[in-house]
Every structure is written in C-alpha cells, then in structure tokens.
C-alpha cells in the first residue's frame, strides 16, 4: 500500500508541537525525580483510572479493528489493514487482560498481581511496536482478514495461557513491597528506545514520501516510547508515572486509531471530495469546450423532442435555447430535410450509427451544407436512450470543393479546348521543351520523345534573322508575354507559320521557371497573304514584278548605283507586232506571246537584273552595276540590249505556226546623281518612241534633244487642251471642184488660231491630238459643226447639194459608238446624211478590218458616203479596196504635185484612175495647185479636183458663192 500523501502543514505542525510538549514533560519529570513516585492524590480512585484508560485504550483497538476490518470491504488485498487486525486484536485482548490482571483486581483465572498485569502490559507494548512497524513497511499479507483476526485472539490466547498459568516459570518483573525488577525496568527501556527509534524511522518515512500516516504513526511512537519511558521504573502500582505512562499509551493509540479512521474514511471521502471536484472541473470544461466548439451538437430524446443544444447547435439553427429545448424535431427542422432526417433518427434510434450530408438555406437564403452525425446513447440496460446529433457546417468545404470542381472543370475545358485548336508547347526556363500537345506533333511531324528534351531549334526555319529570337528571349527572360509570327520547318521540310503567344511563369526567385507556348497555324493565312503580296507586287499573267514593283527596284539599283559609283541601265520593250498577234490569233495566244517573251527575256538577263511587265506589250529591263565610267557602261548595256532584242526577235511558235513579235527597245542610262524613277521611266518611252519611230525592232538611247522635243510636245498639247476648253478651234472648207470647175463640195479642215501660238497647222496638232486621246472630243466637235453647216446650207439652194467631207481620225472609227456619234449628229441637225462624206485613210484599215467594214455598212445604208483619203502612200491593198463600200478615191497631193515632172506620178494617177474606174468609184485629185496640173488630169480622165488652185480652205462664210470659184488666198 502506500501512503497518502498529505499536504497539510498544520497538522504536521500540531503533531510536532504535541511530541514536543510530551517530551518537554518527561524532561521536566525527569529533572525532578521526586514526582515519579509520588503517590496519586487521589490515591484510592488510582484503579478506577487504570480502568477507565485501559478500558479506553481497548476500545480504540476495537474501533482500530472495526474500522481495519470495514475498510477490506473497499479493498480486500490491503495488507496493512490486515496487520492492524491482526495486531490490534492482540492488543485489545492483552490490554484487556492487563486490565483485569491488576493488583486489587478480582481474580482473573488466577489470581490478580501487578507483576501479571505489568507481563501483559509488556507483551501488548511489544505487539503493539511489531505491528507499527508491520504497519510502516506496508505487508501484503495475502490471507483473508478472518484469519489474521484469528491469529490475532490465538496471540491473545497464548500470551494468556502463559501468563495466567505459567507467570512464575517467566521472568520477575515486580515484587510487592520493593517495587519493579531491573528486568522490568531493562524491557522498559527497551521498548521505550524501540518506540522511539521507530518514531524516527518513521518520521523518515513520512518526510521522503509525504505520508500523513507515517507521520501519525511516527508520533503515536514517540509518546509510546515516552510513555516507556516514564513507565520504566516504579514503587507502588499507585505511582504517577504508571498513569502518565498510560495516559502516553492512550495518546498513542488515539493517534494510531486517528490514522487508521483517516485513512480508512476520511481519505475515501476526501478523494470522493477530490475526485467531485475534479468532476465538476471536467464538468466545467466540458461546458465550455460544448459552448464553444464549431461543431453543432444536440441530444435528441425518445419522443424526439431536444434536450440539449450547445450554443453553435442554436447559432447554426438560428433559434435560442427556448425556442429549441423541448421541441419535436419536426418543429424544428426545415421541411425539405425532414424526411431524410426523420429516417436517420430512427436508424439511430434502432442503435446504427449515422452518417449523412443535406442542404439547407440560410436566413438570406443562401445554399448551406451540413454534415450531419447521429449517435445513440445506450442507457443502462442496453436501450437508446436518446441520440446525440452533432452537425458540422461543411458550406465552406463544399463552396471550396465546388469552386475547385468548377476551376478543374474549367482547366479541362481549357485544356480540351487548347489541345483541340491550339498548339501548345511547354519549355523550362532554359527552353528544353518539357511537354507537347498532339496539335504540335501533328504539325511538326515530329513525334513527341523526339521533341522532349530538344529545344525549338529542332523546328527552326531559318526564315527569321537570329535577332528575330534574341528579341523574343529578351522578353519572355524577363516575364513579359511575347507574341508573333514565326515560320517553322517540319520533320518533312515544310514550312508552316504559327501565331505565337509565350507565357512566361514566373517561381518564387521571381523569375521564369517554365514558359508555355500557344500557337495557333497560320499557315494558310500567311500563304494567302504571301500569295496576294506576290499579286500585288507581280503580274498575273508572267509573274514578273509589275509596274508597282519594277518602281522600288528601279528607286533601289538608281540608289545603289549612285552609292557604288556604278551605272545601270532602265530598258524599255514593246512589241511591234503585239496588236495584230492578239487580233489575229486571239487574246489567248497573244497571252501565251506574254509569257514566252518573259521567258526569253528572264533567261537572257542576269540573275541580278529586273525584268518586269508594265501592262499590254510593254516590259522593263533594270540592268544593275553595267561598270563605273559611263563609257564601259554604255558599251555593255548596247551589247545586252542587242542580246535582248535578238532574243525577241526570233520567231514564237503560236498556234502551230511562227509568229515573230521584235521589240523596239528603249534605253536609259542612270548612275549620276539626281533623277526620279518616274523620270527616268519617262526618258525610255521617248527613247522608245524613237526607236519605234525609227523603223521598229530596234534599240535606242534616250537623247537629250528627243526630250527637248517630248517636252515641246507637252507644252503643245497643254495648249491644245486649253485651246478646246477656250473653243478656239474653228472648222475651215476647202471646196472640191469638177473639171468646170462647179463645187460640188467641201472638205472641213481643222484650224487652230492660238492666241499663243498664231495659225498651228493640223498636220502638227492633229498627231498629238490622236496620241493624247484628245481626238475624241475633237473629232465629235467637228462632226458636229459639220453636220451644222450641212443643215445651214439645206436652206441654199446653190449649197444644198454639196457634200461635207469630215477626216475621221482611227481612234474615232474604233470607237463602239462611232455609228451612232455620226448618226446622232446627222440627227441634231437634221442633215441628210448623202451630204456627209467620210474621209478615212488607209492605215486605219489595217486595224480590225471586220468592225469597221460593218460600221461603214450601217452608215452607208444610211447614205453617208466614204472617201478613202491619201490613196497611194498606204498599203493599197486591192482586196480591201473591194470589201469597202467606198465611193471615193482621193489621190494624194504628193502624187499630184510631181504629175508633170515625174513620169511615175503620172502612171500611179493614171493607174488610180482607171482602178477607180473599173471599181466604179469617184476620185478627187488633192493638192491641185497649177492649171496645169489640171489640165493633165483632166486629160487623164479625173473628174474632181481640190487644191490652191480652186480655193485654200476658209471659213463658211467666205466660202465663194458663184458656182466658177476664183482663185481666193485664204491662209
Ligand atoms: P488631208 O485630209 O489630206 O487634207 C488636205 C490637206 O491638204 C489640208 O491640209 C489642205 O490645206 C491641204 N491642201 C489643200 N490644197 C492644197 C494645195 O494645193 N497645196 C498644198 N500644199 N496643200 C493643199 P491641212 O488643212 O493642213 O490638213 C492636214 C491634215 O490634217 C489633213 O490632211 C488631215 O489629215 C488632217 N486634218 C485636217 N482637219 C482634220 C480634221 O478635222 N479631222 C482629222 N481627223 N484630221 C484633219
Ligand atoms: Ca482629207
Ligand atoms: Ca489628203
């Protein structure tokens, strides 16, 4: 067993103060030894006090016994209880027999003495000193109580037997009339210094354990060796000491019965003491742990109504506990719970465990989740008794598992989504590539292990400069998003171009630890946009640079040329016979011409030199770096122009046949400062223009005295423009005659009185006119004032019948609306239209012969007659002459002012004539200036004339009136 431990400083403090006191006592005594023997006062009443101690002191064993015995009820294996039994029952029957055995005691047995009674006090002193130390050492003493209470009474037995009936065979302890024997006084003080050297012992004990009882019994040992002590030695049994003696024993036994009651009833109680308020602390706890955990928890009864709800339960359900305690669930819990509720009560009720999750919504009405637990609590006798709800709110858990669902499902979409139409790659900061989607395999036409562990090198086209990547690194190293166009090669070679993203992300160091790239194919787009980079900037047809890109070229070798010091050279081709291979062959075979001619041309060049297309029949050559001194250059481009030309020159084989298309070419040279491409482009067409002029299918350099010509012809026709707006123009007659000289018409001739320029002749003006196109607005003018002065002389009856011949110039004839131009202004005046001659010459003819011999029909059905003007100086082609439907031949005037000197002349009149004849057409002779020019051709048969002779054209109004005309200067 062990001691109790005590923490009661008074109490250890009493008891030293008691030992002390006691002691204090027998030192006092000590000191006067006279009082030891003196005799009790009240002398006669000394074995009445013997009684009532002893008496006293044995009933305290008993109790000792009693309490002992009792509290084995408690704990059955406590040895010392046992050894208080056992020793304690002895020393109740020894004292009690020391009682009876007292000197004037009735016999007991035998009969009373003090030396029996004094061997019984002995014995019992010694019992009693065993059993303390018994009691100290804490024995195990494995028999049942019964029997050490057995062996106890044997002692008693025993020590009785021997000293009732065997005390003369022990030793002599006190004789009457002398007092005690040394023997006696030799065990008293053995038992004296017993008690008190156990005193210590256990006072030993007490101080390393703490021990209340120790410390009791340590005490109840001092008085007892005290009491020994004053017990030692006596006369009389009356003597004062025997009753301090015993007044000490009853002292000690009091202590010993106080440890025993203590520990044996007051600890119990003390520890229930304890233990309650340590519940009740537990209890406390309990409260407040129950108030303040966030967990929600309720104690549902039989009847399902709560009897408890902690303060989270009444948070959570928003209700105080008044409102809760005592009611049916079913007044509690929201309606759309109940049922699942209901069911896992009565689960719970049947004893299993529940577990289950339900929504819920707040006062704001927002979704709430619980997780809700309902335990059984078993009573007594095994039954439910009632069922512990404990709810969890589980709103946050659930919002951020659905929120984490949400976002998971989210970064599968994204994924699905970049993995179906992106092409993504993911690379760690040194840009090995560490992950590949199948749009990237598929586009690369790589496999992925052979894209792992590469960086994009592995894809790199070679399209973009070094510095295209360096840029892209510097800003991706830096966490910035990089975006862009990138040309990549495949596996197989082929090129594909990707729109780039690349998120840099960034890690803790704050810089980039991975980058993803996300590409999306381009490549049809960019295609597209190559293809129509290459339409805008080439031709269709050849796929030559066009004119859009022959100008930056040419802007880029004229300023390389100036850079180098080096001259170059701008050729400029036309097709000679362009016109004639698409009217004759068709517009496909003139296309195919197109293509041959770039062909040729490209193979006759330098890889370096431009060839370009400028539209129609018309190419460019940029011949770059020809030498540095002007001479070399010049030397050089002749050669290559040469080759040029020669190339061209050869006959094309087109449409089974061969067809030749020479180029006149052009040439400009650049190299020395200044000069603009437009410029320059400009000094070809003139060079151009000379070659053309030049006879064709040759080559000329652009002359400085050609552009002072070029340039006077611009001013020229800057006039002419004003001079139309300015309607300075007027339109002049000149009178065509028979042989009698009657009129039998006119021809209108174009006059142009610049106030600039004086009288400009049409020979001049009217070429130009043709060139710009101003011919058009021209020549409708003409028609019309024409038609005006027909109209006007209808009301002459001399003029009536005269004829109007009008030039018609070859852009006008080409005209879709040419028929309807002459007949509309036929119309506005109306004149009749066998007044309206038309004058056409014979190079006109040669353009789309078919539209014009149908125009010359639809008119001549209308009455407009034809003149064929110049005859002679054109082709002269008799098989046209008879598809015409013409009506007159006007033999030139270079014909007629040579008739009389020149033989030839003579016979081409002669032969004109007599062709007109057979064909039955009219001929007028032009340029008549002399009678006798006239003579001549009158002679030859010619029936009509005009010339200087007759009248110089003049105006309407001046136009003579009799029907001989004089000879009349006019201008
Ligand atoms: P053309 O049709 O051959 O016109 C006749 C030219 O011969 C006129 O020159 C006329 O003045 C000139 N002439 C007439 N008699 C004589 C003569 O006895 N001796 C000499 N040396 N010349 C004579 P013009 O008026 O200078 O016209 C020149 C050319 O300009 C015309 O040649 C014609 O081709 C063209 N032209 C004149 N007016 C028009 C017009 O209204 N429209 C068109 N398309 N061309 C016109
Ligand atoms: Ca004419
Ligand atoms: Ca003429």
Redesign the pocket.
């Known amino acids: 067993m062990a001691f109790r431990e005590t923490t009661a400083p008074v109490r250890v403090r009493r008891a030293l103060l008691l030992c002390v006191l006691a002691t204090a006592i027998v030192g006092f005594l000590s000191v006067a030894p006279g009082l030891w023997t003196l005799q009790w006062s009240v002398g006669p009443h000394f074995l009445a006090s013997h009684l009532v101690l002893e008496f006293f002191a044995v009933v305290v064993c008993v109790l000792i016994v009693v309490v002992a015995w009792h509290s084995l009820d408690r704990m059955p294996r406590h040895g010392t209880q046992k050894a208080l039994i056992f020793g304690f029952s002895a020393i109740a029957g020894l004292d009690l027999i020391h009682t009876l055995s007292n000197e004037g005691m009735p016999p007991f047995i035998t009969a009373s003495s003090t030396a029996k009674s004094i061997f019984f006090w002995q014995v019992g002193r010694l019992v009693e000193l065993g059993v303390v130390v018994l009691v100290a050492r804490c024995p195990r003493m494995p028999a049942p109580r019964g029997v050490w209470l057995g062996l106890g009474l044997g002692l008693v037995a025993c020590f009785g037997y021997l000293g009732i009936f065997h005390l003369d065979k022990l030793p002599t302890n006190f004789v009457p009339g002398r007092g005690v024997t040394p023997f006696k006084v030799a065990v008293e003080y053995l038992l004296s210094v017993s008690n008190l050297l156990a005193a210590l012992w256990l006072l030993r004990v007490h101080l390393n354990s703490r021990h209340e009882q120790a410390l009791t019994l340590a005490m109840a040992c001092w008085l007892m060796g005290l009491g020994e002590f004053v017990l030692a030695s006596y006369s009389a049994p009356s003597n004062f000491n025997i009753l301090l003696g015993h007044g000490f024993k009853v002292l000690a036994y009091g202590l010993i019965y106080r440890a025993t009651l203590m520990h044996n009833l007051h600890e119990p109680f003390e520890l229930l003491e304890e233990s309650e308020r340590h519940l009740q602390a537990r209890k406390n706890e309990l409260k407040t742990l129950m108030s303040n955990l966030p967990i929600a928890i309720a104690r549902i009864d039989k009847r399902l109504r709560f009897v408890y709800a902690n303060d989270f339960h009444l948070q959570l359900i928003g209700k105080s506990r008044e409102q809760l305690i005592g009611r049916h669930v079913d007044e509690i819990l929201a309606p759309s719970i109940r049922p699942g509720a209901r069911l896992h009560l009565r689960l719970a009720f049947q004893g299993e465990l529940q577990n289950f999750d339900y929504k819920t919504e707040d006062a704001q009405d927002e979704l709430q989740y619980r997780h809700a637990q309902l335990v059984p609590e078993f009573d007594a006798q095994g039954k439910v008794a009632s069922v512990l709800s404990i709810v969890m709110d589980t709103t946050e858990r659930e919002q951020a598992k659905h929120k984490l669902m949400d976002s998971l499902r989210e970064v599968s979409e994204l994924k699905a989504a970049l993995d179906a139409h992106a092409i993504v790659a993911v690379t760690d900061a040194r840009g090995i590539i560490t992950q590949v989607n199948d749009s990237f395999c598929k586009i690369s036409k790589y496999e992925r292990h052979e894209l792992i562990g590469r960086t994009h090198s592995i894809i790199n086209s070679g399209h973009h400069p070094k510095s295209f990547f360096q840029e892209l690194w510097r800003t991706i190293a830096t966490g910035q998003v990089w975006h862009g166009e990138i040309c990549n090669r495949a596996k197989d070679g082929s090129l594909y171009w990707v729109y780039t993203t690349i998120v840099p992300f960034i890690g803790p160091s704050e810089r980039p630890t991975q980058f993803v790239a996300i590409r999306a194919d381009i490549t049809t787009r960019k295609n597209a946009e190559q293809e129509a980079q290459r339409m805008a900037f080439h031709d269709a047809l050849t796929g030559l640079p066009n004119r859009r890109l022959m100008g930056d070229r040419l802007r880029h070798s004229m300023q390389s040329a100036q850079r180098g010091r080096h001259h170059g050279a701008l050729l400029l081709l036309d097709l000679d016979n362009f016109k004639e291979v698409n009217d004759t062959l068709g517009h496909a075979f003139g296309d195919e011409l197109l293509r041959q001619v770039a062909i040729r041309l490209r193979s006759t060049v330098r890889e370096a030199d431009t060839v370009a297309r400028l539209g129609g029949d018309e190419f460019v050559v940029i011949l770059d770096d020809l030498g540095t001194t002007s001479d070399i250059a010049t030397t050089r481009c002749s050669q290559l122009s040469e080759k040029v030309r020669e190339a061209l020159a050869n006959p094309y084989e087109l449409a089974g046949q061969d067809v030749s298309a020479p180029p006149s070419i052009g040439i400009v040279m650049f190299g020395s400062p200044g000069g603009e491409p437009d410029e320059l482009l400009k000094q070809a067409d003139m060079a151009l223009y000379k070659a053309k002029a030049d006879g064709r299918n040759c080559a000329r350099f652009f002359d400085p005295a050609l552009q002072a010509e070029i340039t006077l012809r611009a001013a020229l026709l800057r006039d002419l423009r004003y001079a139309i707006d300015q309607e300075e123009l007027k ?1 002049h007659y ?1 009178p065509v005659v028979d042989a009698q000289c009657h009129i039998l018409g006119v ?4 006059r142009w009185p610049s106030s600039v320029r004086g009288m400009v ?3 001049v003006f ?1 070429p130009l006119a043709e060139q710009s196109g101003l ?1 058009l607005p021209l ?1 409708h003018w ?1 028609l019309r004032t024409a038609c005006r002065q027909i109209s006007e002389w209808q009301r002459d009856p001399v003029r009536s019948a005269w004829t109007v011949a ?4 070859a852009r006008q004839l080409h005209e879709s609306d040419f028929v309807d131009e002459v007949l509309n202004a036929l119309a506005a005046f109306e004149a009749p239209p066998c007044c309206l001659r038309l ?1 056409l010459t014979e190079s006109m003819l040669q353009d789309d012969l078919e539209a014009t011999v149908d125009k010359m029909h639809l008119l001549r059905e209308k009455g407009v007659r034809f003149s064929l ?2 005859f002679g100086t054109g082709y002269s082609s008799l098989s046209y002459l008879k598809r015409l439907p013409l009506d007159q031949l006007k033999i030139d ?1 270079s014909f007629v ?1 040579d008739v009389l000197s020149d033989p030839s002349d003579e016979a081409i009149a002669r032969t004109i004539l007599s062709l007109a004849h057979n064909l039955q057409l009219d001929v007028v002779a ?4 002399t009678e006798a020019q006239f003579e001549l051709l009158v002679r030859l048969g010619c029936p009509a004339f ?4 007759f009248c ?2 003049m105006p309407a109004e001046a136009l003579p009136l009799k029907e001989t005309p004089i000879l009349v200067p006019s201008d």
């Open positions: 339109l000149q021809e209108a001739l174009l002749s049409p020979a009217i011919v020549g003409v009008v030039n018609v110039s004058e003007d110049d005037k002012s032009e340029g008549v200036e005009q010339g200087f002779l110089r054209p």
